[in-house]
């Protein structure tokens, strides 16, 4: 098979629509799925569960899923409960972060955590994430069992190297990398790597779905970090600066640090440690990270992972499937345009 170069163009004007599109049939049943296994007898449990997974989520996660299945000619219906599963993971870890965080803002909406309080987000997001077990036990593969119960755990190291990484100016490059490889990309990853398993497909395409979907991840990530310093709470669905209040070392910190003059690394210093946290100190934080062009290059990093995941998959056959998992990685990275 010949594999076709195609050149990211973040640019353009790309969508998420021609992936929507070719999944809607296969996402309609992951959304019963989904519907389905988060009921309970206790009220409180759908309740707080719906109001995230109803929130406004793309389902990047499953679609990329249902995508990868497509990709590979799958006819089957194992994905999608497997699909639903990758949901559940993802949405008790949104749980479980906004907790950790503090946010009260998720995808534009209150937190449920600020609705119903800790306690019970928490606990909800341990329903989902044992509700997301039973599904992978159910399709009956050890293989896909452990693929996800990997990339679950990977996740939880991720969010705790990032708990033990906050207000610590000396963190570098590498070590955010780790982090965010770990609590964004290695869900990114199972997701697409799965397809390949039910699918009965050979190490190397199931390798290289994996490749796609974890720099698919890095690049999204990286955008989301970027776009935390030029954007608002209507662009984000969170609120500008969350990041910098709660002193997360996200690349464009680190950059910006990096290049400051004494004056703006004394200022960095004392933000991370919790102590600059205003509006005016975030829009004085916004400033030094453009003057350092600190989110253009964290930008280019992410066009530059992106890119990647467009080639990883470049030895697949051409066509829709193809056409719509390169334009979801030009979206990704085209959000901060």
């Known amino acids: 098979m010949t594999a076709t170069v195609h050149r990211l163009n973040p640019h353009g004007t790309p969508s998420l629509d021609p992936l929507m599109a070719l999944v809607a049939q ?7 799925v989904i519907l389905d296994r988060m009921q309970s007898q206790i009220p409180l449990i759908p309740e707080l569960a719906g109001h995230l997974i109803a929130g406004g989520g793309k389902r990047l996660r499953p679609m990329l899923t249902l995508a990868s299945a497509k990709l590979l000619g799958y006819e089957g219906t194992r994905h999608h409960k497997l699909a639903a599963s990758v949901e559940f ?6 749980l479980h972060d906004d907790v950790v965080d503090g946010s009260d803002l998720r995808r534009g909406r209150r937190t449920a ?14 329903f989902l994430f044992s509700r997301s077990f039973e599904l992978m036990v159910e399709d009956g593969s050890l293989k896909v069992l452990k693929i996800l119960s990997e990339a679950s755990a990977i996740i939880a190291e ?15 490059e590498e070590r955010y990398l780790e982090i965010i490889g770990a609590k964004t990309a290695a869900l990114f990853a ?3 790597r799965i397809a390949a398993v039910v699918a009965e497909r050979d190490q190397s395409e ?5 490749a796609y979907g974890r720099n698919l991840g890095i690049a999204f990530q990286l955008v989301d970090d970027a776009i935390d310093y030029v954007s608002d709470a209507g662009t984000m669905g969170k609120d500008a600066g969350d990041d910098f209040r709660e002193g997360k070392m996200t690349l464009p ?27 005016d100190d975030f829009m004085h934080a916004v400033a030094l990270v453009r003057d350092s062009r600190a989110v253009d290059d964290t930008l280019a990093r992410a066009r530059h992972y992106g ?4 080639d990883a998959i470049g030895g697949f056959a051409d066509g829709a499937a193809k056409r719509a998992m390169i334009e979801a990685v030009e979206f990704a990275v085209a959000r901060a345009y």
């Not at 955590?113 to 341990?126: E, F, K, Y």
């Not at 199931?206 to 994996?210: G, P, Q, R």
């Not at 890119?307 to 467009?310: F, K, L």
Request: aromatic share 4%; with cysteine.
């Open 158 to 172: 991720g969010e705790v190297n990032q708990l033990t990484a906050a207000r610590r100016i000396d963190i570098g």
């Open 26 to 32: 296969d996402l309609n049943l992951v959304n019963s």
């Open 190 to 192: 199972a997701a697409c």
């Open 206 to 210: 199931e390798m290289a779905l994996d």
């Open 89 to 94: 993971i993802h949405t008790a870890t949104l």
């Open 253 to 279: 910190v680190i950059l910006a640090y990096a290049r400051g003059n004494d004056d703006a690394r004394a200022f960095w210093k004392e933000a991370v440690a919790g102590r600059r946290i205003s509006d």
């Open 113 to 126: 955590n600020i609705i119903w309080g800790n306690p019970a987000s928490v606990l909800v997001g341990d």
């Open 307 to 310: 890119q990647r995941a467009i």
